[in-house]
């Protein structure tokens, strides 16, 4: 039995799509076999041959606070998360930091975008657009002080939102987390789409016509509790949420791999997670999107896997009800199955004529594919699974009892970190980024960016012919990536592709991307889009395409909450770790600078007009980019393949205190709350720390938090401790930025680059740049920021 402390279960559900504006109305719907499959009215549809969408038609969406400062995906999710707490009979949290939330999305806010461009470059929409403003904008609303970010791994991003929910509560960092996703419908994806010639004109038939997708929109959430903060409360409990999956296909930007073989992985992994039988698994909600080469693979893995020992098990799509919802689909699936599962029914696919179930038959033999009504089933555990762009594959499982789940079963194991991978504006590795420190290299003007070079691409042997696939920010991380490999020695092969997996923190993702889709799409129509282009859009693009190119076929995640996103990845990896999924993991932080993005820093009013360097009490920051990748191994795996130990991950803290998203000021004692989690985890005072890799960039608003809180916590030491700053080398790269702090402490502690240019801050608040002994470092502190009010800290050592 799993243990009372490492119980997950879900006391409220959520939901708003095209059949439904909350889980009554929507499950009626269901139970019914009512489509919500439509002739699309919110998008142009000239020369387009396929208008249909799955849309949601409710008045009651502005009718929360600011609904001008938020995005309709946004409002979309408020609207589920309001019902999903409702449901559990939770009220505003008062910014606890034992509440968290996780929110998936694919696209975000894009019909900001379009706005932005479309209509007078208006700076208010800028803080709309990120996927990050989602789950912070959750946490505003209903005062949520934990944890708070969200997962861009396109359309799996909701169920492994969940996975994410329920790691955080067995780890001890989170009693109740509001965890789903939400995407809204809108000219990109539909356009993307029809480029890539993936939609059904006559609407979508999962498991049966397979000719293509229909796009929906909407939201799901559960409210995910521990075991023992659901008992304490007496709250009613829907089920427990055992083991999840995560891999990655290493196969396909944008389609499956034909033999299913990492997505069957992934329900291995829900199932062995979940310490449950193949037998008990009743029902499984599958992706089932409607595509020939989805729904083949599918059918390939669930009768490889439960051919033998459950060939009975019934499968169907809802997809058909609600259409795709992207982001969104896999936590609106996530409501169907706890629905299905506590009502003891299994829900359909529709409509199947005579003659098509007949086919079907042949094709997956006893397996129970449902068709065209609902029907009753006793149940024990139901699986939901989707698969994703970038080759993502989630699955995981519901149940009425409490199985045996597998948690943190690695947690006493030391992290080594073994490889560093160093994309900036100074240079495309380790070696060119430990010179030009050591020459004192700074930005020569306010905007400054990474460039590859082909050089990079021949040294790691990266043919040209897929180097020609990527866009920029894929060009940055795969070359990152690849780099932490070679720096670490470490040779991916089919024997442990599995073992390792990759975490991608960025803060804007595939935002340029997306722009320049929009700005396409703007000129030639909705049926102009380009298939080449489109991919890049989905903020997993950069991790999947590293995947592919390493071989790396084990957890993937791309996690999206602002600059801070880099050091989370180095927090979410260490648990991961400990959980026992992976043997080792890549932890990057990726972001770029292309000329959007230093207009929207312009627009903000944050950009500054010339150089400036950190504590310059300016307005304003050098606007940069970077992508940094960092392999963290399990000890013993580190040791027994030789690897060198650059030093070890000991901690990592967050905290938060909820301003609106788009700000900063206000949220202060929230970094204090991060150091001191991290100093705990690491099981470390204030006092055993050498020095901080800061994230100070020249803006005064920024640098005075951070002052304030590193004041308030080592007091006078603070005087003689230095604060190393990597931004006044390559600007403020966000994500990027934030993981070359990580990377930029390793190299210090491991000698391997000495830095004598520090800043430390007098007892009177002054600042000065000065010479700082740099060797014999034993701890250091590297934290980070996201506006809406979250800061993330980690505790490297020797």
Same mark, same amino acid.
């Given at each position: 039995?799993?243990?009372?402390?490492?119980?997950?279960?879900?006391?409220?559900?959520?939901?708003?799509?095209?059949?439904?504006?909350?889980?009554?109305?929507?499950?009626?719907?269901?139970?019914?076999?009512?489509?919500?499959?439509?002739?699309?009215?919110?998008?142009?549809?000239?020369?387009?041959?396929?208008?249909?969408?799955?849309?949601?038609?409710?008045?009651?969406?502005?009718?929360?606070?600011?609904?001008?400062?938020?995005?309709?995906?946004?409002?979309?999710?408020?609207?589920?998360?309001?019902?999903?707490?409702?449901?559990?009979?939770?009220?505003?949290?008062?910014?606890?930091?034992?509440?968290?939330?996780?929110?998936?999305?694919?696209?975000?806010?894009?019909?900001?975008?379009?706005?932005?461009?479309?209509?007078?470059?208006?700076?208010?929409?800028?803080?709309?657009?990120?996927?990050?403003?989602?789950?912070?904008?959750?946490?505003?609303?209903?005062?949520?002080?934990?944890?708070?970010?969200?997962?861009?791994?396109?359309?799996?991003?909701?169920?492994?939102?969940?996975?994410?929910?329920?790691?955080?509560?067995?780890?001890?960092?989170?009693?109740?987390?509001?965890?789903?996703?939400?995407?809204?419908?809108?000219?990109?994806?539909?356009?993307?789409?029809?480029?890539?010639?993936?939609?059904?004109?006559?609407?979508?038939?999962?498991?049966?016509?397979?000719?293509?997708?229909?796009?929906?929109?909407?939201?799901?959430?559960?409210?995910?509790?521990?075991?023992?903060?659901?008992?304490?409360?007496?709250?009613?409990?829907?089920?427990?949420?055992?083991?999840?999956?995560?891999?990655?296909?290493?196969?396909?930007?944008?389609?499956?791999?034909?033999?299913?073989?990492?997505?069957?992985?992934?329900?291995?992994?829900?199932?062995?997670?979940?310490?449950?039988?193949?037998?008990?698994?009743?029902?499984?909600?599958?992706?089932?999107?409607?595509?020939?080469?989805?729904?083949?693979?599918?059918?390939?893995?669930?009768?490889?896997?439960?051919?033998?020992?459950?060939?009975?098990?019934?499968?169907?799509?809802?997809?058909?009800?609600?259409?795709?919802?992207?982001?969104?689909?896999?936590?609106?699936?996530?409501?169907?199955?706890?629905?299905?599962?506590?009502?003891?029914?299994?829900?359909?696919?529709?409509?199947?004529?005579?003659?098509?179930?007949?086919?079907?038959?042949?094709?997956?033999?006893?397996?129970?594919?449902?068709?065209?009504?609902?029907?009753?089933?006793?149940?024990?555990?139901?699986?939901?699974?989707?698969?994703?762009?970038?080759?993502?594959?989630?699955?995981?499982?519901?149940?009425?009892?409490?199985?045996?789940?597998?948690?943190?079963?690695?947690?006493?194991?030391?992290?080594?970190?073994?490889?560093?991978?160093?994309?900036?504006?100074?240079?495309?590795?380790?070696?060119?980024?430990?010179?030009?420190?050591?020459?004192?290299?700074?930005?020569?003007?306010?905007?400054?960016?990474?460039?590859?070079?082909?050089?990079?691409?021949?040294?790691?042997?990266?043919?040209?012919?897929?180097?020609?696939?990527?866009?920029?920010?894929?060009?940055?991380?795969?070359?990152?990536?690849?780099?932490?490999?070679?720096?670490?020695?470490?040779?991916?092969?089919?024997?442990?592709?599995?073992?390792?997996?990759?975490?991608?923190?960025?803060?804007?993702?595939?935002?340029?991307?997306?722009?320049?889709?929009?700005?396409?799409?703007?000129?030639?129509?909705?049926?102009?889009?380009?298939?080449?282009?489109?991919?890049?859009?989905?903020?997993?693009?950069?991790?999947?395409?590293?995947?592919?190119?390493?071989?790396?076929?084990?957890?993937?995640?791309?996690?999206?909450?602002?600059?801070?996103?880099?050091?989370?990845?180095?927090?979410?990896?260490?648990?991961?770790?400990?959980?026992?999924?992976?043997?080792?993991?890549?932890?990057?932080?990726?972001?770029?600078?292309?000329?959007?993005?230093?207009?929207?820093?312009?627009?903000?009013?944050?950009?500054?007009?010339?150089?400036?360097?950190?504590?310059?009490?300016?307005?304003?920051?050098?606007?940069?980019?970077?992508?940094? #990748?960092?392999?963290?191994?399990?000890? /013993?795996? @580190?040791?027994?393949?030789?690897?060198? =130990?650059?030093? *070890? +991950?000991? !901690?990592?803290?967050?905290?938060?205190?909820?301003?609106?998203?788009?700000?900063?000021?206000?949220?202060?004692?929230?970094?204090?709350?991060?150091?001191?989690?991290?100093?705990?985890?690491?099981?470390?005072?204030?006092?055993?720390?050498?020095?901080?890799?800061?994230?100070?960039?020249?803006?005064?608003?920024?640098?005075?938090?951070?002052?304030?809180?590193?004041?308030?916590?080592?007091?006078?030491?603070?005087?003689?401790?230095?604060?190393?700053?990597?931004?006044?080398?390559?600007?403020?790269?966000?994500?990027?930025?934030?993981?070359?702090?990580?990377?930029?402490?390793?190299?210090?502690?491991?000698?391997?680059?000495?830095?004598?240019?520090?800043?430390?801050?007098?007892?009177?608040? #002054?600042?000065?740049?000065?010479?700082? /002994?740099? @060797?014999?470092?034993?701890?250091?502190? =590297?934290?980070? *920021? +996201?506006? !809406?009010?979250?800061?993330?800290?980690?505790?490297?050592?020797?």
């Amino acid at each position: 039995m799993t243990p009372n402390d490492k119980r997950c279960v879900v006391t409220g559900l959520g939901v708003i799509c095209a059949v439904g504006n909350n889980v009554e109305e929507t499950w009626k719907n269901a139970l019914e076999s009512v489509s919500g499959i439509h002739k699309t009215t919110s998008v142009d549809t000239v020369n387009c041959y396929a208008d249909l969408a799955a849309e949601v038609k409710c008045d009651t969406l502005d009718k929360i606070d600011a609904p001008e400062e938020k995005d309709r995906v946004s409002k979309l999710c408020i609207k589920a998360a309001n019902e999903a707490l409702a449901d559990a009979g939770l009220k505003n949290f008062g910014d606890d930091q034992r509440v968290s939330v996780v929110i998936g999305s694919c696209v975000g806010g894009v019909l900001s975008i379009e706005q932005y461009h479309q209509h007078g470059r208006d700076a208010s929409e800028i803080a709309k657009m990120p996927i990050a403003s989602i789950a912070s904008q959750v946490a505003e609303t209903c005062g949520a002080g934990g944890i708070v970010t969200n997962v861009a791994n396109a359309c799996a991003a909701g169920t492994i939102s969940i996975a994410v929910a329920c790691d955080l509560i067995r780890a001890g960092k989170a009693d109740v987390v509001i965890a789903g996703g939400a995407d809204s419908f809108a000219s990109v994806p539909y356009s993307g789409f029809l480029s890539l010639h993936a939609l059904d004109e006559n609407g979508c038939s999962p498991f049966n016509r397979c000719n293509g997708i229909t796009l929906g929109e909407g939201a799901g959430i559960v409210i995910v509790e521990s075991y023992e903060h659901a008992q304490k409360r007496s709250a009613k409990q829907y089920c427990e949420v055992l083991g999840s999956g995560v891999t990655s296909d290493a196969n396909h930007i944008t389609a499956p791999r034909e033999d299913g073989l990492c997505l069957k992985e992934a329900i291995n992994r829900s199932v062995k997670n979940s310490g449950i039988a193949k037998t008990d698994i009743g029902y499984i909600n599958a992706h089932g999107t409607g595509t020939g080469k989805n729904d083949n693979a599918e059918m390939t893995a669930f009768k490889a896997y439960f051919g033998e020992e459950n060939p009975t098990v019934s499968v169907s799509s809802t997809k058909v009800l609600t259409g795709h919802c992207l982001g969104a689909a896999g936590a609106i699936e996530a409501v169907f199955s706890i629905k299905a599962l506590t009502t003891d029914t299994v829900l359909p696919t529709f409509p199947y004529s005579e003659e098509q179930s007949t086919a079907l038959k042949e094709k997956v033999g006893e397996m129970d594919f449902v068709q065209n009504f609902a029907r009753h089933k006793d149940l024990k555990c139901v699986l939901s699974n989707n698969v994703a762009f970038g080759g993502t594959n989630a699955a995981i499982v519901f149940s009425k009892e409490s199985g045996n789940v597998s948690a943190q079963s690695a947690a006493s194991k030391k992290i080594a970190v073994t490889g560093l991978g160093i994309v900036s504006p100074l240079g495309n590795s380790k070696t060119a980024y430990v010179e030009a420190v050591k020459a004192g290299k700074k930005p020569e003007s306010a905007s400054v960016r990474s460039t590859i070079a082909l050089e990079d691409y021949k040294e790691l042997g990266i043919k040209m012919a897929f180097y020609r696939k990527l866009d920029n920010l894929g060009q940055l991380q795969t070359v990152s990536g690849m780099r932490a490999l070679q720096d670490a020695n470490f040779k991916v092969s089919d024997e442990n592709a599995m073992d390792i997996g990759i975490i991608v923190g960025t803060s804007e993702g595939g935002l340029g991307a997306t722009y320049d889709f929009e700005e396409l799409i703007a000129e030639l129509g909705n049926a102009g889009g380009s298939a080449f282009k489109f991919p890049h859009t989905v903020y997993n693009a950069a991790g999947g395409y590293l995947s592919i190119c390493s071989g790396i076929k084990g957890y993937g995640v791309t996690i999206t909450t602002g600059p801070l996103s880099g050091l989370d990845s180095i927090g979410y990896s260490m648990n991961v770790i400990h959980d026992g999924q992976e043997q080792a993991m890549m932890a990057t932080g990726t972001d770029e600078n292309l000329p959007i993005i230093t207009e929207f820093a312009q627009k903000l009013g944050v950009a500054a007009n010339d150089v400036v360097a950190p504590y310059a009490n300016a307005e304003g920051f050098v606007v940069g980019d970077g992508s940094v #990748s960092i392999l963290l191994e399990e000890e /013993e795996y @580190a040791k027994a393949r030789g690897a060198k =130990v650059y030093c *070890y +991950a000991l !901690g990592f803290g967050h905290g938060r205190k909820n301003v609106k998203f788009g700000k900063l000021v206000g949220s202060d004692e929230a970094l204090d709350k991060a150091i001191a989690d991290a100093l705990a985890d690491a099981g470390i005072t204030a006092a055993d720390v050498d020095a901080v890799c800061g994230f100070a960039n020249g803006c005064k608003k920024i640098d005075d938090i951070e002052k304030g809180a590193l004041k308030r916590v080592f007091g006078e030491k603070l005087a003689t401790m230095p604060l190393f700053e990597v931004k006044e080398r390559t600007g403020e790269g966000r994500a990027g930025s934030a993981a070359l702090a990580a990377a930029e402490a390793a190299l210090l502690l491991s000698g391997e680059m000495v830095n004598d240019n520090a800043y430390f801050v007098a007892a009177d608040g #002054s600042v000065s740049a000065k010479t700082a /002994e740099s @060797a014999n470092l034993k701890k250091i502190l =590297v934290i980070s *920021y +996201a506006t !809406g009010g979250s800061y993330s800290a980690v505790v490297l050592g020797k």
